[in-house]
T-cell receptor
Framework: ETGVTQSPTHLIKTRGQQVTLRCSSQ?????VSWYQQALGQGPQFIFQ???????GRGNFPPRFSGLQFPNYSSELNVNALELDDSALYLC??????????FGSGTQLSVL | AQKVTQAQTEISVVEKEDVTLDCVYE???????LFWYKQPPSGELVFLIR??????QNEISGRYSWNFQKSTSSFNFTITASQVVDSAVYFC????????????FGQGTRLTINP
């Protein structure tokens, strides 16, 4: 077990709604990243936060936003949900380059 | 742009067979990192290895071994004497050396080990 916890584990929303996903980082890790994994695909980088500041973003629209809190926990917010947003959302924390520790993810279904 | 290709979508072998998962990457960076992750049915990605682009030495860890060849831009993963517990989806990934820890993942290879 990595020590990275995500909530909720499953979520069902309808198109146009907004959703907030939460992540608790592994102790001592000051960097958190979010990834979107569509069914049968590899994870895709959404963005990364380091010490509460966004310091890298993938090819995702502005309706994907995030926060990192002083205790290094994090949120991913998605506004105006679309059907294609249905995916597994993975949070990862790290303290050194590339050695990411992932949570089990939140499975989001948009109907 | 960075790209990782895992040409094998699915592999199925019988327990105790050796199996090699292929990974080919593309990058313009001279310094970069390569990774392998395992994703069991539980969903979380499990870190297996990180390799710096300057270190082409092959690595062995128990039944796992990795072959990094810069000349062919490949970073292949071999499981020796496979076991049922090795069944999972395996991802190869690439990242630049600095800045955000953005990993570019391949499509993954679903490995099934049959008893």
């Amino acid at each position: 077990e990595t020590g990275v916890t995500q909530s909720p584990t499953h979520l069902i929303k309808t198109r146009g709604q907004q959703v907030t996903l939460r992540c608790s980082s592994q102790s001592g890790h000051n960097t958190v990243s979010w990834y979107q994994q569509a069914l049968g695909q590899g994870p895709q980088f959404i963005f990364q936060y380091y010490r509460e500041e966004e310091n890298g973003r993938g090819n995702f629209p502005p309706r994907f936003s995030g926060l990192q809190f002083p205790n290094y926990s994090s949120e991913l917010n998605v506004n105006a949900l679309e059907l294609d947003d249905s995916a597994l959302y993975l949070c990862a924390s790290s303290s050194q380059i590339g050695k990411l520790f992932f949570g089990s993810g939140t499975q989001l279904s948009v109907l | 742009a960075q790209k990782v290709t895992q040409a094998q979508t699915e592999i199925s072998v019988v327990e105790k067979e050796d199996v090699t998962l292929d990974c080919v990457y593309e990058t313009r960076d001279t310094t970069y990192y390569l990774f392998w992750y395992k994703q069991p049915p539980s969903g979380e990605l499990v870190f297996l290895i990180r390799r710096n682009s300057f270190d082409e030495q092959n690595e062995i860890s128990g039944r796992y071994s990795w072959n990094f060849q810069k000349s062919t831009s490949s970073f292949n993963f071999t499981i020796t004497a496979s076991q049922v517990v090795d069944s999972a989806v395996y991802f190869c990934a690439l990242s630049e050396a600095g800045g955000a820890q953005k990993l570019v993942f391949g499509q993954g290879t679903r490995l099934t080990i049959n008893p």
